[in-house]
């Protein structure tokens, strides 16, 4: 499989990823007959908010990955998106399903799509919803500026994980923590700035042309080890989606 035989449209590499090649197994029956980042809510598609707030930050060019019902999303969104008061999106698609029958898991579509990507760019998932989060620029630079190789948003435990995923140093770090460990106080929002190095030693090669499932969590908290992923607290509203009762209740 050709490494670049996805559709790339962007010059200069696309910016931010969005994450929605997933089955959305927890979602059934919704997700039966419609890809889970395509599920409204209130009243567009659930992945829409992060692609708007990347817009109104000028992060235009915007690729998203696909697999389940993908060509439902690229139907959907064609190759720019044009809403009222933001700048054109110009899209280009990494079509997991449709290459190798089968999404990659995280780091594996990344890596698929690194060819595409700018040297530092977004990840975000397009089954969370986060409407007060903000996509600096700022953001962008300083991370682009340290010697760290990610940059993590973390929010407060949730109900639904109440073990949490990491912990957060006072100096920024973001600290390889068992769930349930003290100090493990934070959930990672799937909201992160990473640089192509991050990908550099994960064992794939970029585009991942063999088409190898890799999943992400192994390689942050190994890059955690070694003081290489930093982090903050967001605190804005924050939904992770992933049951009917959570879309419900963003739709109430």
Request: with cysteine.
């Amino acid at each position: 499989m050709n490494p670049l035989a996805f559709d790339v449209t962007a010059s200069g590499g696309a910016q931010a990823m969005i994450l929605a090649a997933g089955r959305g197994e927890r979602m059934r029956p919704l997700t039966d007959v419609q890809p889970k980042p395509m599920l409204t809510v209130r009243g567009q598609p659930l992945m829409q908010s992060p692609m708007q707030a990347l817009a109104r930050g000028g992060f235009t060019r915007q690729l998203i990955n696909t697999a389940w019902l993908g060509e439902k999303i690229s139907t959907h969104f064609g190759r720019q998106l044009v809403l009222p008061g933001l700048p054109t999106v110009d899209l280009s698609y990494s079509h997991e399903g449709q290459d190798f029958g089968h999404a990659l898991e995280t780091a594996g579509g990344i890596v698929r799509a690194l060819p595409g990507l700018a040297d530092v760019f977004w990840v975000v998932a397009g089954d969370v919803f986060a409407p007060d989060f903000v996509f600096s620029a700022n953001a962008v630079q300083r991370f682009a500026a340290s010697e760290q190789l990610a940059h993590l948003w973390l929010v407060p435990n949730p109900a639904h994980n109440p073990g949490g995923d990491f912990g957060l140093s006072a100096q920024g770090r973001v600290l390889n923590l068992a769930k349930g460990a003290p100090g493990c106080d934070y959930t990672f929002s799937t909201i992160a700035l990473y640089k192509r190095s991050f990908f550099a030693d994960c064992g794939l090669p970029a585009g991942n042309p063999a088409g190898t499932a890799l999943a992400l969590a192994p390689l942050l908290r190994a890059a955690m080890d070694r003081g290489l992923v930093s982090g903050e607290v967001y605190a804005g509203a924050w939904t992770d989606v992933g049951t009917p009762e959570r879309l419900a209740q963003l739709n109430t």
